[in-house]
């Protein structure tokens, strides 16, 4: 009998997760279950947007969400968001953007040009009210920096950047694999004399349910990128061992390379 293709992907896979986070085989084929999920309900919205229908965005615990947009209103400088793509990133682009509630421009840069998607979702933040611009493909660095002296709030997927702003790509070790990491948002930042915040999503527990953002340091422009790259990074990091189901990109950290 020929397995079926799927599987002989999927045991490398669950193998590599088991390793790399010291679970059980059972809890890594949970997770990698519960990421496919994800990736299923990426495409779902992707397709939404694609049809013209608006999203509507994740819902925050609402503590959480008052305490951040409290945090936004008292910091009146331009600020770079280091965002993870995580579970429903589109919907909680949106959610952020609620939750800041300070008029600013929010700012989300993508690094492909995708025109349907970007139509769909700005007309998601028209309905909520939300000053969403949408910035994709390359050649975006003056406007981003000409954004940020103005005070903007620019969204970046840091895991999702290799090799824009001009930032190198590099294999940075940890849990016994090699992540592809750029350290080009932090060199923008510094460009713009803009600081960066780490930002990411968990469940919160309890009745009031929702998610709870994760703040991570201010990450000051004064020093060097590749320090503060190595902040978001450890970041990054504490937030997967927390959350492993909600990363979206573990197939491309175990894909064969090249």
Not at 112 to 131: F, I, V
């Amino acid at each position: 009998m020929t397995p079926h293709p799927h599987a002989l992907y999927t045991l490398p896979l669950r193998q590599r997760l088991a390793r790399c986070l010291a679970l059980s085989p059972r809890d890594a084929t949970r997770i990698l279950s519960q990421v496919r999920l994800a990736q299923a309900g990426i495409q779902r919205d992707l397709r939404q947007l694609r049809q013209g229908i608006p999203l509507h965005p994740s819902p925050l615990c609402p503590l959480a969400k008052a305490s951040l947009g409290a945090a936004f209103q008292g910091y009146r400088g331009g600020l770079v968001l280091w965002s993870i793509h995580e579970t429903n990133y589109l919907r909680l682009l949106l959610a952020l953007g609620q939750a800041m509630n300070d008029q600013k421009p929010v700012i989300v840069f993508r690094a492909r040009q995708q025109p349907d998607e970007q139509r769909g979702l700005l007309h998601s933040a028209t309905r909520l009210g939300l000053p969403l611009q949408v910035l994709e493909g390359g050649g975006q660095g003056r406007p981003l920096l000409r954004a940020l002296r103005r005070g903007a709030r620019i969204v970046l997927l840091g895991d999702a950047l290799p090799g824009m702003h001009q930032g190198p790509v590099e294999a940075w070790p940890a849990l016994g694999e090699h992540f592809p990491f750029s350290s080009g948002p932090f060199r923008l930042a510094q460009r713009a004399s803009c600081p960066i915040l780490p930002v990411a999503f968990l469940p919160k527990p309890g009745p009031e349910g929702g998610l709870a953002p994760q703040l991570g340091p201010l990450l000051l422009p004064s020093h060097a990128p590749k320090d503060n790259a190595a902040q978001a990074f450890n970041f990054f990091l504490a937030w997967l061992k927390q959350a492993p189901e909600r990363w979206l990109l573990w197939h491309r950290l175990f894909a064969p390379k090249p």
